[in-house]
Structure formats: C-alpha cells, structure tokens
C-alpha cells in the first residue's frame, strides 16, 4: 500500500515569511498527525486530528502555526509569520486508531528559516 | 515531563554484537514503541508493547517492559551495518492518546 506522501521535501524560507506544507495519509487511517523534530531531538506533535476534527493542539504555537485537514484526508500546516526558531523537519503521519496502534511517517519536509 | 528518555544517548559496536537501549518514562502508560531513523529519513515503526505484555519479539528485535519500574528496553542481536539509525522510544498515555517521544539513541554498527 502507498505510505504517507509529504512535500515539498525540502524549503527554505526568509524569516517572517510564510510557509505551507502538505499531507497525504495513508488511505482509510482517520488519524493524522504533525510533528516537528528539531535537530538532535525526538519528534515534538504539533495537533492531532481525528477526521477532520482537531484532537489535540495544545503544542501548536496558535500565533503563528495553523493546520488543517479538510473532508478528513489531506492535511496543510503553515507557518506565517517564520522565525528562525522553526527551522526543523516537519514530519506528517497517521494511524488507524489514536494512541493504541502504530503510526506510519511520511519522509518528512526539511524546512530552513535564514 | 511524560516523554521517554532513552538511555544511552549513543552507541557504537561491531557488525555481529548485541544492542541494548533503555527507555524510562514517568507514569502509567497504554502502550509503549519503539521507531527507527535513519539518516535523513522517515521515522518506522519497529515494535509495540502494550502496558500488560512484558516481553516481545520481532525478528532480531526484542523489547522488555516493566511497568513497576517504568522502563524498557531494546536488544539489536546480531547488529548489521544497516542498523545505523536512531532509535527512538514513544510512550503512549493513557487519558490523552499523545505519544510523547525521547531523544533517541544514536547506534553506530561498524562493518
């Protein structure tokens, strides 16, 4: 079966620039996550949707990090305005059931702040 | 901080020797993973343990749980070089459904 699909795989942004990336999970899993892996450390989630609703976003930084998954698929996360804090890789997956079942990563987008 | 924390933080050995990583983590769990990285990919997924199991294999792979003294570990047997990643463990709470990542371990296997 397909894996999660993520791009760009790469960016590099100005800071107080903007910036969106895009998630495809894989067919049928009705929970999709972001994460953000800052180098050296493990990966930090960002929200959690189930379907189209939002599960968790208590780590998301709400000023300027926003995401959503429309018609419970795809998903977008943006960034806007860009500090250089935010460079890390930005990592997309899903799972078929929250929290009691394996999570399946995308590749990941790498995303550069100077 | 509910996040796992793994122990040791790095490891290198030689091709054909055994892998231990420990991972602790604060209170009860649902679930406990463990994921591999390799360099400038994708996190995979490797093994579930669930909070009444104490031990699991797969393959070269086996993973312990004791939940009275929180911790974990994961044995490599017989390390390839294609074992080279970082390996993470995630705690999965119960309550919240948050899986909360270590640091990770960085295994180095030599040829």
């Known amino acids: 079966e397909a894996g999660v699909a993520q791009s760009p795989r790469y960016k590099i942004i100005e800071k107080r620039q903007s910036v969106a990336f895009w998630c495809n999970p894989i067919s049928g899993h009705a929970t999709l996550y972001w994460y953000q892996q800052i180098l050296g450390q493990g990966p930090k989630l960002l929200i959690q949707?189930?379907?189209?609703?939002?599960?968790?976003d208590s780590q998301l930084p709400k000023d300027r990090f926003s995401a959503e998954r429309l018609k419970g698929v795809d998903s977008t996360l943006k960034i806007q305005p860009a500090k250089l804090e935010d460079s890390a890789v930005y990592l997309c997956?899903?799972?078929?059931?929250?929290?009691?079942?394996?999570?399946?990563f995308g590749p990941g987008t790498r995303l550069t702040v100077l | 901080s509910q996040q796992g924390e793994e122990d040791p933080q790095a490891l290198s050995i030689q091709e054909g020797e055994n892998a231990t990583m420990n991972c602790s983590y604060k209170t009860s769990i649902n679930n406990l993973q463990w994921y591999r990285q390799n360099s400038g990919r994708g996190l995979v997924h490797l093994i579930l343990i669930r909070s009444n199991e104490r031990e699991k294999h797969s393959g070269r792979l086996r993973v312990t749980l004791d939940t009275s003294k929180k911790s974990s570990s994961l044995l490599i047997t017989a390390s390839r070089a294609a074992d080279t990643a970082s390996y993470f463990c995630?705690?999965?709470?119960?309550?919240?459904?948050?899986?909360?990542f270590g640091k990770g371990n960085q295994v180095v296997v030599i040829p």
């Open positions: 949707f189930q379907n189209n609703g939002v599960v968790d």
């Open positions: 997956a899903s799972s078929l059931v929250s929290g009691r079942n394996e999570q399946f």
């Open positions: 995630a705690t999965a709470y119960y309550g919240n459904n948050r899986l909360a």
